[in-house]
């Protein structure tokens, strides 16, 4: 898989794209991640890509003209069909499913939104998607970029050592996973509960899914939904 992540600040993804599961991801070749610095595509000397907002207001926006130069450059003209997708707090809420559905592209774009906004036309006329992390704002398209690539990376076939992994966390299942034990048996007084030492798969089976439900009812309601 092939992400492709428009940004203003490319080293911010040193850090993360360089540790554990997504560097591993790399290593192996199932999946490549291109970091594209908006500014390079700037056409003044000072690199400019924001401006006041017509109208007035506070804050800046991003200018188009570097962003559609640098999408269309590296994407090629006319767009390709794959999402091109801006991250936003406006855009449709990411979960598992949208996670999953593009695990299954050979090739995504992710757009970085930053100050007070994008121009509009980036948003209707080069973007065909629109993703949100969450009912809240962060500094920038950076993070949210951050958090789609890592969640998709896992959900690659060969990306995680046991192929059932990705499929028994909270979510997977439209559920919250189960509680999670392991050894000592007992530690402060706190015991693991005997049925997940009994050795009997079947009553271990049921009671997970029952504590699934049950969490996922004190917790989330919603999900049941």
Not at 96 to 115: F, V
Not at 137 to 143: F, I, Q, Y
């Amino acid at each position: 898989m092939h992400i492709h992540i428009f940004t203003l600040f490319p080293e911010m993804f040193k850090g993360p794209f360089d540790q554990s599961i997504v560097s591993r991801a790399k290593t192996k070749g199932l999946i490549k991640i291109s970091l594209h610095n908006i500014r390079d595509y700037a056409d003044d000397v000072h690199n400019t890509v924001d401006d006041y907002p017509y109208g007035g207001g506070p804050g800046m926006v991003m200018k188009p003209e570097p962003v559609f130069k640098a999408v269309e450059e590296v994407l090629g003209i006319p767009l390709p069909f794959f999402p091109i997708i801006l991250l936003t707090p406006q855009g449709k809420k990411f979960h598992h499913i949208e996670a999953d559905r593009l695990s299954k592209e050979q090739e995504i774009a992710l757009i970085c939104g930053h100050y007070q906004g994008l121009d509009e036309r980036i948003r209707a006329h080069l973007a065909n998607e629109e993703l949100s992390i969450g009912d809240y704002v962060v500094t920038g398209g950076e993070l949210a970029a951050m958090v789609v690539t890592d969640a998709v990376t896992r959900l690659l076939p060969g990306v995680l050592g046991s192929p059932g992994t990705a499929l028994a966390d909270s979510h997977a299942s439209g559920l919250l996973q189960h509680p999670q034990y392991t050894r000592p048996a007992e530690f402060r007084g706190l015991a693991v509960p005997d049925v997940l030492l009994s050795g009997n798969h079947q009553k271990i089976a049921k009671w997970r899914e029952e504590e699934s439900l049950h969490r996922t009812q004190k917790r989330r309601p919603d999900l049941l939904e």
